[in-house]
């Protein structure tokens, strides 16, 4: 319990906190899942355009720190492998 009005202003902070970065989380899964929608339905162009806004998504979701840099750069490296192996 917080006691001091300062440890409940860090309560009241990382509530508030907690709801924004899982909003974020929601958005890089959303923007992850749209591509690799598109590339299983075959469209090639489709899912270039979706993987083009995907990828300022994760990297401004990995610059406020919510993920590491490094996950962001993993997905977008393997949904890049799965569009260019797209005949």
Same mark, same amino acid.
């Given at each position: 319990?917080?006691?001091? *009005?300062? &440890?409940?202003?860090?309560? %009241?902070? /990382?509530? #508030?906190?907690?709801?924004?970065? !899982? ?21 090639? *162009?489709? &899912?270039?355009?979706?993987? %083009?806004? /995907?990828? #300022?998504?994760?990297?401004?979701? !990995? ?21 260019? *192996?797209? &005949?």
């Amino acid at each position: 319990m917080a006691n001091s *009005a300062q &440890a409940r202003k860090r309560a %009241r902070q /990382s509530l #508030k906190n907690r709801a924004h970065n !899982a909003s974020l989380r929601t958005a890089f899964r959303t923007a992850v899942k749209k591509v690799l929608k598109a590339v299983e339905a075959g469209d090639k *162009a489709a &899912a270039q355009a979706t993987f %083009r806004d /995907s990828t #300022k998504v994760l990297d401004r979701i !990995a610059d406020k720190g919510v993920f590491h840099k490094n996950k962001a750069a993993r997905h977008k490296s393997r949904l890049s492998a799965k569009i260019k *192996a797209m &005949a």
